[in-house]
């Protein structure tokens, strides 16, 4: 499992360098524009250090370079999502059970946190729906999906939780940054096994999309 488990990671990691111009113009919208490079860097890290601590488990691993090194507010909540997908797998012979229990749980540990709840424009929105799908039992194409519909349809929310809640309305039509994040993440875990429901460009061609459709490039004032 422990080699799934880096598979996974490795295959976030590259996603992140793909994705990391549209994160960052997400970002530039609705933040201060870092998360590309905060989720890039900070998956780069994780990779290295798979390399250099083969004996650990890699979501322990993620989970300590994602609360120690990487900045911004995105970091220490993956890396609190990391640490229970990380306890979970190490609890758990199951797969799905282990992944299920894992979310659930890191799903709660960020709302302790951060206070979002769904619909406040933020990760949460893109985690939550993974959970509904993980305890319904679908399998990771669908629970991908779920992540990137839930992401896909922040663009739609104003924010009322982090940087965002500060733009107003001029964030409308363009997906959270952080949401596309988590999406990526079950991009990742179904693409490892090869399930994922659509290629990589399609899904960053969707959070463009949602801008396009909506006139997010136009602000709305307050």
């Known amino acids: ?3 799934e488990q880096r598979l996974v990671l490795r295959t976030y990691a590259r996603a992140a ?4 111009d549209t994160l960052t113009a997400l970002d530039q919208i609705s933040g201060d524009g870092d998360f590309g490079d905060n989720l890039r860097e900070g998956l780069d890290l994780v990779a290295s250090a798979l390399d250099t601590r083969p004996a650990e488990p890699p979501f322990a691993v993620a989970a300590e370079v994602f609360l120690d090194e990487v ?3 995105s970091g220490p909540l993956l890396g609190l999502l990391f640490q229970e997908i990380a306890r979970a ?6 797969d799905h059970e282990a992944w299920r229990a894992g979310v659930r749980e890191g799903l709660a540990a960020i709302q302790r946190v951060g206070e979002a709840e769904p619909g406040d424009r933020t990760m949460v929105d893109a985690l939550a729906p993974a959970r509904d799908a993980l305890d319904a039992g679908a399998d990771l194409r669908d629970v991908a999906l779920a992540a990137l519909n839930g992401a896909r349809a922040t663009a739609s929310l104003r924010a009322r939780r982090g940087r965002a809640s500060y733009v107003g309305r001029r964030a ?10 988590v999406a990526l993440l079950f991009w990742s875990l179904a693409r490892a096994r090869d399930r994922s429901p659509v ?3 399609e ?4 959070a463009n999309s949602s801008e396009r459709e909506s006139g997010g490039d136009s602000p709305v004032p307050d």
Request: aromatic fraction near 0%; hydrophobic fraction near 35%.
């Open 1 to 3: 499992m422990s080699n």
């Open 17 to 20: 360098r793909t994705a990391h």
């Open 71 to 73: 900045g911004g507010t």
């Open 89 to 94: 797998l190490a609890a758990h012979d199951d």
């Open 172 to 181: 409308l039509g363009s997906p959270d940054p952080g949401a596309m994040g």
């Open 199 to 201: 290629e990589l460009g």
């Open 203 to 206: 899904l960053l061609a969707s």
